[in-house]
Each structure stands twice: as C-alpha cells, then as structure tokens.
C-alpha cells in the first residue's frame, strides 16, 4: 500500500469520525459503528454503519451524511455505504471489557474435573501477584461461584446506564449469574433466555479496569462453549483437566476449539495430579506425567500439577478459596507459580494487534 493511498484510508476514518454518533454522541469511527471500511485504489469507498437495533432509524440520516463526507474528500470517486441494525455490541463493550487488559478463559472437557476450583484459586493467585483481577462464572445452568466464593444474600447493583457492578470477593471483581437468580431458577431456564442472561454477563457488566479477567465456561468444547469464546476477544486459553481423562483427543478438542477463536493455548493444569501420603510421597493414583506429555504432543504448554488435597475442596465448600484464606498453604504456592507462568504465556503468545483492522 503506498502512503498516498494510506493517507486516503486515513483521511476517511477522520471524517466520519468527525460525524457525532447519536447514541455515544463521540465521533462514529471511534464509536465503533463503522465496520468493512475499504478504499480501492480507483478511489471507491465502502463501508458498513452499524446501527444499534433498537436506535435504527437514527441513522439513516448518519449514513447520507457518512456517504457525504467520503465523497468530498479530493481522490474519492465514488461511496457506497450500507446500514445495518445489530446489537449495539461495539457500544456496550465501551462499557463493559474496554478497561479489561487481557480476558481468559479457562475450559475442561468434561463437568467435574476441578475446573471451578481451580478457576476461583489460580483469580485470587492472580490477585496475590498485584494483578487486579476479575471472575466471570459463564456456567449459566449450574452456576458455582456463589458457592465457591461465600457470596450469600448479596445482589449485584444495577446502574442507570444499564451496567451491572461485579461483587467484590477476596480481593476479586466476580460475577455469576447465581447472583441475579437461585440455582434452581437457573436450571429450568430454555435456551434463548441462558443466552441473554450470558450475552448480558459477557456486555453489560462495570467491571472497570481490570488486568485480568477469568471466564469459567460450562463445561464442555462443544457450540455452546465455542459462541461463547467467539463474542470475546480472548488473550488466551487455560485447559483444566484430571489425569484419568487426560486423554489426547479431550486436550485436542479443547485446543481445537480455541484455534477457531485465535486464541493461543496458554497452557493445560493437570488437577488432582497426585495425593500427598502422610509420610509426604506422593501417589500418582492415576499415574504419573502423563498431562505433561499429553500436553506436550498436542503442542501445547503444561502450566503445572494441583495434587488432591482436602483442604482444597473444604475451603470451596466454605466458600473462602484457599489463595486467599490460606495462602502459605503449600497448593496455594502452586496456584501462584501456575498464575506466574499463564501470565507468562500471555506476553509470550500475545503479539500487539494492529491498531485499525482494515483491509
Ligand atoms: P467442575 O467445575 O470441573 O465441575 P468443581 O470445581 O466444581 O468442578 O469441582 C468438583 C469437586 O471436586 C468439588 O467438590 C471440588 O471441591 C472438588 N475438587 C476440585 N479440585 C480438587 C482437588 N485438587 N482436591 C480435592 N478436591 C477437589
């Protein structure tokens, strides 16, 4: 591309930028509605505004003016420009995940295997190391950070722009929607309504700045798993998994779930790895390595083993998470040195994207 043509591009973006979106009331560009924006080297511009579904008719007015603006710039011969109506995602992101550094995900194949545990421990290891860090339980039907996190009775605030405020728990931001409904509401709910109630957890929450946001997801590598990573963007991906059901093709499955999402692996935990005998040798029940290895030939980081320990899961059961109530705790040591080294995979595996996606 050679910089008169670059200049061209540019000289776009800072003229629709320079329209008032009708519902942020900042420039269109910056507002997020312009999207597919294209600048041929005969000098045909096109681009799409994406209105918000329920402020559609606002913008038909934004358009002709859009198309306006393009057209007086010198070298642009001709503009088409197509309006949509969608849900006001770009704009609701503003309030959402725009101050969250890096969001992450942490997936198991299977229900059962620790993935909430370890999901809750390694948010508060990441809180121990200076990270401000956030929790998102996105398991709608059987939703476990109340439990996990001792959040009783308390109800998340409503804002006036339509914003949630996370609950403050052992030094985390933390949303579930067990805090909006009880778990037995959450079970008979149908398909569309979990999926507005996670569409809703994923947009609308004030999590403010954070450095580092957790997502446990439903159990599972399946569609459901896979739309939900797809509607944020993700620094990276942590699979959690029990040496039993370590096998390769449950590892794959998650990794090939997160290839569609361009999310880079950060790394696989082998959960209840080991016991620790009395006298302090450790029983590999399940055998030893072998998520390592596994790991290794999915062509994936291994990010550390968590043993079986009881009390792990009494302080789950108590809801205050062992990082944070026991942190001299041996496991909690664990938790931390696992969090040091995903952060780690995040430098690692996290190239600056461009500043302007287009084409
Ligand atoms: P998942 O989210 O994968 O369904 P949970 O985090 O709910 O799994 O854990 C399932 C059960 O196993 C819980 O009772 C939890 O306390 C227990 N648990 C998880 N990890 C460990 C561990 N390393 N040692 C002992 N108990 C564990």
Known sequence: MNNQFARLKQQVENRLDAISDPVTGKGLYTSG???GLEVREDGKVSFTIEAPSDAAERYVAVRAEAEAAARSISG???VAAVLTAHEPKAARRANGLSRVKHVIAVASAKGGVGK???AVNLACALASLGMKTGLLDLDVYGPSAPTLLGVHGRKPQANPDKTISPIEAHGLKT??????????QAMIWRGAMATSAVRQMLEDVAWGELDVLLLDLPPGTGDVQLTLVQRTPLAGAVIVSTPQEMALADVRRGIAMFDKTHAPILGVIENMAYFETPDGSRAYIFGEGGARRTAEQAGAPFLGEIPIDVRLRESADAGAPLVAANPDHPVAQRFREIAQSALGN???????APKIAIR
């Open 33 to 35: 509605r312009v999207s």
């Open 76 to 78: 642009v011969t001709s």
């Open 116 to 118: 909430s545990t370890v």
């Open 175 to 184: 949303m579930s929607i067990g805090y909006l409904v009880n778990a037995e």
């Open 346 to 352: 995040v430098a690692r595996l996290n190239k600056p």
